[in-house]
């Protein structure tokens, strides 16, 4: 079974406790361990991968569609394949620690396999899917309220987004406002500056943001500003 440790840490970490253990063990389970092993009988995580990566979609698609209402079908799609790929998965399952439970067979872990970034994908995926089966999709969104939503949130999957120009036609949607971004502080060494920025529109501060450079920082205060905007009401 999976270690009693990781367990623990689901539960410390994320407010998560598998009802049946032997799914979490499958998700863990990687086929080359299930090969080395066939006398256990054991199933890899396969199955739960390609289940956890229509609930991951699905996830990611419902909190964009609502966090971003006024984003075109050609933009949220290109948002939720910047999150949605191997890169974004593999990272959140190392932030997870999934890479340290994972069960490999030995010629695998010596290829290194454990580091192997489209391993972690389908790792990140196969939990996924092993979460849904044991508690349903709400258990999805709530560990990715704490993993992928905050990422979204802060701008990391939007670097060719313009919030900008986002920003201005979300509060122009009912007549002419005045958007202003002003520069708060600067500090840091000449190499390595940091810029912190305030958006207001009709002299209301909505937003701040930092940057490396001013067009950074004024773009992190815009996202600021629509996040904060476009949250729902509680």
Known sequence: MVASEFVSELRQRYGIEFHDLSLL???FTHSSYVNEHKELGLKDNERLEFLGDAVLEITVS???YRHFPDLPEGKLTRMRAAIVQTKSF???AKEAHFDQYIKLGKGE???GARQRKTLLEDLFEAF???LYLDQGRKANVL?????IFPKIAAGQFAANMDHKTALQEFVQQNGEVVIAYELQSEAGPAHDRQFLVDVTVDGKVLGSGTGKNKKAA???AANDALTKLQRPSE
């Open 90 to 92: 593999s990272a959140f």
């Open 109 to 111: 872990e010596n290829a």
């Open 143 to 147: 560990f990715a309220e704490q993993v």
């Open 128 to 130: 996924n899917g092993a």
């Open 25 to 27: 063990d499958e998700a």
């Open 62 to 64: 419902d909190y964009l």
């Open 218 to 220: 004024e773009q992190a």
